[in-house]
């Protein structure tokens, strides 16, 4: 399972999309965010928010690193218990649960990073599949803890800081999209990073960066602890904003789930694997109506976009952009 | 001039209505979700076939309460409880839905019993088994209409044991469900004076539960009691099969399982098995009256939980009918009033705490020979009068029981 990215060189993607263009993207997608509660309905763009955060931390690995982990479940799912048990039986404040999960998430992932940093393709994806499921058994068995397959519920929303109600639905969407602007913010900050340079080398060429003198091992462990806590805090938002925690969040499907986020937006760029999860979490929220076999049709749209455009949306959409330039 | 006026008073009074919610019909319509999994695990026990009790009930009812229309809409939670929470929530915020029912599995039932409850809309649980939602959880909209873990084992238990069975080997599986179950179970043996000779815990979901079932075997208790759930409960009937557990004189116990399991598992395999049901189609005239329409519709005969769907819909409505409002506080109060009365529960009632008390059964699944049709699969060994099978709500430490 080794995973080659040279047909989208992100660098100039980044490059291209540095410039203003993306200033005017940015800022029509950020108007489009601060307006959409009054056009959709905003349990369903949070909830989105939330997983397409979870995919950009994840796609931190897949994209930049070129590491697939399979056990990203097991960060989200034990931040989004850790956030709920905290803001439920401690009464932290959610801003301080949510650091609490993206605490947890991390050293959770600097353990698996840890252990499986080492290895490559299979054997690292195996690792972390294999480590994701004893956190799982772990949550279904300290039912004290996550409830078990009840799940920790009624997680409270609480007061931002202590000051504002988040019972209010948009003082409660704001704050997500708060989270979810800064997180990405600092993910585009990594990636374009002169850490993130070094990152991308040892995608392309790893013995090359080792001769560079590089401590390969090193830069990917923190790269993986990093996705490890931004996925946490957007497992952290997620209990927050829909008040429940369960074993959904941290089962190996949601592993699963994520990677195919990812590759439908488009793996190595940076908006993609946002566009991805609102794909994702749409066709899950709209199919569920509509009488169609939610499983399957997703299934069906995965494997079309395998086949007709191998680059994800937003990677197939960049590469036609850069097809007119020259 | 004198039109105008009354024009005006009537607005007045039709926007006092609609703020104190006391009375009339919100949205000019009653709006019914069935909230389900048609895709995962739980497609066959609920589904489909919730869908169509309901709209059963519907028509049944004659397809209008108080003059105005029914409405059914119905989605597919997946299974997942944050999918489940958002439509809930969207339905009742922006879809005007009134009652929301079906509810298969535990964390779904929890997550949507307390959005109604914040929310006050009626909640129906009918195939949730945990007995958190009538407890501690328990919320004045909410309901727990056929069945709960601490029924399954105060109806098997005590019958199998009064029945000669005093000596027990439990297999659980090893979750919060397989837990509670076992030690309900385990307090009931105690209770009663059987012994307890063992127990083991399978991991969840397991394929192969044949070194479960040998050590069962080898224990030589008298009854081997099957503290899980769907496939797991298949696969442990199918194999206790192929090691003779049944022919060898031991008696099998699901404490959990549904028609269409039982179904599915065939007679051949599943004879000799004792289970727990609160509905079955071939009881009395009433019952297959039901049953039968159910089949032309669907197919299939209706599981406990999809007739359960029917039940409490018909109740509802009655209820919505009975308090001349579709307020969910009002009618929830309604219905705690009315006993239940239809083809599925005969004389139930429902306690302060949302939990329905009726009679339980305890059936034995039939041996081939016995068998006239496909459907034909259990006979009656017992039934359980519905203040021994449930427990006292007293007991229950929920907040709305005095």
Same mark, same amino acid.
């Given at each position: 399972?080794?995973?080659?990215?040279?047909?989208?060189?992100?660098?100039?993607?980044?490059?291209?999309?540095? =410039?203003?263009?993306?200033?005017?993207?940015?800022?029509?997608?950020?108007?489009?965010?601060?307006?959409?509660?009054?056009?959709?309905?905003?349990?369903?763009?949070?909830?989105?928010?939330?997983?397409?955060?979870?995919?950009?931390?994840?796609?931190?690995?897949?994209?930049? $690193?070129?590491?697939?982990?399979?056990?990203?479940?097991?960060?989200?799912?034990?931040?989004?218990?850790?956030?709920?048990?905290?803001?439920?039986?401690?009464?932290?404040?959610?801003?301080?649960?949510?650091?609490?999960?993206?605490?947890?998430?991390?050293?959770?992932?600097?353990?698996?990073?840890?252990?499986?940093?080492?290895?490559?393709?299979?054997?690292?994806?195996?690792?972390?599949?294999?480590?994701?499921?004893?956190?799982?058994?772990?949550?279904?068995?300290?039912?004290?803890?996550?409830?078990?397959?009840?799940?920790?519920?009624?997680?409270?929303?609480?007061?931002?800081?202590?000051?504002?109600?988040?019972?209010?639905?948009?003082?409660?969407?704001?704050?997500?999209?708060?989270?979810?602007?800064?997180?990405?913010?600092?993910?585009?900050?990594?990636?374009?990073?002169?850490?993130?340079?070094?990152?991308?080398?040892?995608?392309?060429?790893?013995?090359?960066?080792?001769?560079?003198?590089?401590?390969?091992?090193?830069?990917?462990?923190?790269?993986?602890?990093?996705?490890?806590?931004?996925? =946490?805090?957007?497992?952290?938002?997620?209990?927050?904003?829909?008040?429940?925690?369960?074993?959904?969040?941290?089962?190996?499907?949601?592993?699963?789930?994520?990677?195919?986020?990812?590759?439908?937006?488009?793996? =190595?760029?940076? $908006?993609?694997?946002?566009?991805?999860?609102?794909?994702?979490?749409?066709?899950?929220?709209?199919?569920?109506?509509?009488?169609?076999?939610?499983?399957?049709?997703?299934?069906?749209?995965?494997?079309?976009?395998?086949?007709?455009? *191998?680059?994800?949306?937003?990677?197939?959409?960049?590469?036609?952009?850069? *097809?007119?330039?020259? | 001039?004198?039109?105008?006026?009354?024009?005006?008073?009537?607005?007045?009074?039709?926007?006092?209505?609609?703020?104190?919610?006391?009375?009339?019909?919100?949205?000019?319509?009653?709006?019914?979700?069935? @909230?389900?999994?048609?895709?995962?695990?739980?497609?066959?026990?609920?589904?489909?076939?919730?869908?169509?009790?309901?709209?059963?009930?519907?028509?049944?009812?004659?397809?209008?309460?108080?003059?105005?229309?029914?409405?059914?809409?119905?989605?597919?939670?997946?299974?997942?409880?944050?999918?489940?929470?958002?439509?809930?929530?969207?339905?009742?915020?922006?879809?005007?839905?009134?009652?929301?029912?079906?509810?298969?599995?535990?964390?779904?039932?929890?997550?949507?019993?307390?959005?109604?409850?914040?929310?006050?809309?009626?909640?129906?649980?009918?195939?949730?088994?945990?007995?958190?939602?009538?407890?501690? /959880?328990?919320?004045?909209?909410?309901?727990?209409?056929?069945?709960?873990?601490?029924? !399954?084992?105060?109806?098997?238990?005590?019958?199998?044991?009064?029945?000669?069975?005093?000596?027990?080997?439990?297999?659980?599986?090893?979750?919060?469900?397989?837990?509670? !179950?076992?030690?309900?179970?385990?307090?009931?043996?105690?209770?009663?004076?059987?012994?307890?000779?063992?127990?083991?815990?399978?991991?969840?979901?397991?394929?192969? @539960?044949?070194?479960?079932?040998?050590?069962?075997?080898?224990?030589?208790?008298?009854?081997?009691?099957?503290?899980?759930?769907?496939?797991?409960?298949?696969?442990?009937?199918?194999?206790?099969?192929?090691?003779?557990?049944?022919?060898?004189?031991?008696?099998?116990?699901?404490?959990?399982?549904?028609?269409?399991?039982?179904?599915?598992?065939?007679?051949?395999?599943?004879?000799? @098995?004792?289970?727990?049901?609160?509905?079955?189609?071939?009881?009395?005239? /009433?019952?297959?009256?039901?049953?039968?329409?159910?089949?032309?519709?669907?197919?299939?005969?209706?599981?406990?939980?999809?007739?359960?769907?029917?039940?409490?819909?018909?109740?509802? @409505?009655?209820?919505?009918?009975?308090?001349?409002?579709?307020?969910?506080?009002?009618?929830?109060?309604?219905?705690?009033?009315?006993?239940?009365?239809?083809?599925?529960?005969?004389?139930?009632?429902?306690?302060?705490?949302?939990?329905?008390?009726?009679?339980?059964?305890?059936? /034995?699944?039939?041996?081939?020979?016995?068998?006239?049709?496909?459907?034909?699969?259990?006979?009656?060994?017992?039934?359980?009068?519905?203040?021994?099978?449930?427990?006292?709500?007293?007991?229950?430490?929920?907040?709305?029981?005095?």
């Amino acid at each position: 399972m080794s995973v080659k990215y040279s047909t989208t060189p992100s660098g100039t993607v980044t490059g291209r999309l540095a =410039g203003k263009a993306s200033l005017i993207i940015g800022a029509i997608l950020i108007v489009a965010l601060l307006a959409a509660p009054y056009v959709l309905y905003p349990a369903f763009v949070m909830k989105a928010l939330c997983f397409a955060l979870f995919a950009c931390a994840f796609n931190l690995m897949l994209g930049f $690193v070129g590491l697939l982990s399979f056990g990203h479940a097991a960060f989200f799912g034990a931040a989004a218990y850790a956030t709920g048990y905290a803001a439920k039986f401690w009464g932290l404040t959610p801003e301080l649960a949510i650091l609490f999960g993206g605490v947890v998430g991390g050293g959770f992932g600097f353990i698996f990073g840890w252990v499986a940093i080492r290895r490559q393709g299979i054997y690292f994806a195996m690792i972390t599949l294999a480590l994701s499921q004893m956190v799982f058994f772990l949550a279904l068995q300290v039912t004290g803890i996550t409830g078990g397959e009840d799940g920790l519920q009624g997680v409270p929303r609480g007061d931002f800081l202590g000051l504002i109600s988040l019972e209010d639905p948009l003082a409660m969407y704001y704050f997500v999209v708060a989270v979810f602007l800064v997180c990405f913010a600092f993910i585009w900050r990594i990636v374009n990073s002169p850490f993130g340079a070094v990152l991308k080398s040892i995608r392309e060429n790893e013995p090359r960066a080792i001769s560079l003198g590089y401590n390969v091992d090193r830069f990917k462990l923190i790269a993986f602890t990093l996705s490890a806590a931004l996925t =946490g805090i957007a497992g952290g938002t997620k209990s927050i904003s829909v008040q429940l925690a369960s074993l959904t969040d941290i089962q190996w499907q949601m592993s699963g789930e994520v990677i195919l986020m990812t590759l439908l937006g488009g793996v =190595g760029t940076l $908006v993609g694997p946002a566009v991805g999860a609102t794909l994702v979490v749409s066709l899950e929220n709209f199919l569920a109506t509509s009488g169609l076999p939610v499983t399957t049709v997703i299934g069906v749209i995965f494997v079309v976009c395998v086949l007709a455009f *191998r680059r994800g949306i937003v990677g197939e959409f960049n590469a036609f952009l850069g *097809r007119r330039k020259h | 001039m004198f039109k105008k006026a009354l024009l005006a008073g009537v607005a007045v009074s039709a926007l006092t209505a609609g703020s104190a919610m006391a009375e009339g019909i919100s949205g000019d319509k009653v709006v019914i979700g069935v @909230l389900t999994d048609l895709s995962s695990v739980y497609a066959d026990v609920a589904g489909k076939g919730s869908i169509v009790a309901v709209e059963l009930a519907v028509e049944d009812f004659g397809g209008t309460v108080l003059g105005k229309p029914i409405e059914v809409v119905s989605a597919d939670h997946q299974n997942k409880p944050d999918i489940a929470s958002n439509i809930a929530r969207e339905w009742i915020d922006a879809k005007g839905v009134d009652v929301i029912t079906d509810l298969v599995t535990s964390s779904v039932g929890l997550a949507v019993q307390g959005i109604g409850g914040e929310k006050g809309v009626v909640t129906i649980n009918s195939g949730a088994a945990t007995v958190r939602l009538t407890q501690k /959880e328990c919320t004045a909209t909410g309901f727990h209409w056929i069945y709960d873990t601490y029924a !399954l084992a105060h109806v098997t238990a005590p019958a199998v044991i009064s029945g000669g069975g005093d000596s027990w080997y439990i297999i659980t599986a090893d979750y919060a469900f397989g837990h509670s !179950l076992e030690a309900d179970a385990t307090q009931v043996i105690k209770d009663m004076g059987a012994t307890l000779v063992g127990s083991v815990r399978h991991p969840f979901p397991s394929a192969d @539960l044949s070194s479960f079932l040998l050590q069962a075997q080898a224990s030589g208790a008298k009854v081997v009691g099957l503290a899980n759930a769907g496939q797991d409960t298949i696969n442990s009937v199918k194999q206790a099969s192929e090691f003779g557990i049944v022919a060898g004189g031991q008696k099998l116990v699901a404490l959990l399982a549904f028609l269409s399991d039982i179904h599915s598992i065939g007679l051949e395999l599943g004879q000799g @098995l004792n289970v727990t049901t609160g509905f079955y189609w071939d009881m009395d005239d /009433e019952t297959r009256a039901f049953s039968k329409k159910f089949f032309d519709k669907f197919g299939k005969m209706p599981t406990m939980v999809q007739a359960a769907d029917y039940s409490s819909t018909l109740h509802y @409505l009655k209820a919505v009918a009975a308090a001349g409002t579709d307020d969910g506080v009002t009618v929830a109060a309604k219905m705690k009033e009315m006993p239940i009365e239809d083809a599925v529960i005969h004389h139930g009632t429902i306690a302060a705490n949302g939990g329905v008390i009726h009679d339980m059964y305890l059936m /034995e699944v039939k041996k081939p020979e016995e068998s006239t049709g496909e459907w034909d699969l259990y006979k009656l060994v017992k039934t359980v009068p519905g203040a021994e099978a449930f427990q006292d709500p007293k007991a229950s430490g929920c907040a709305l029981v005095q």
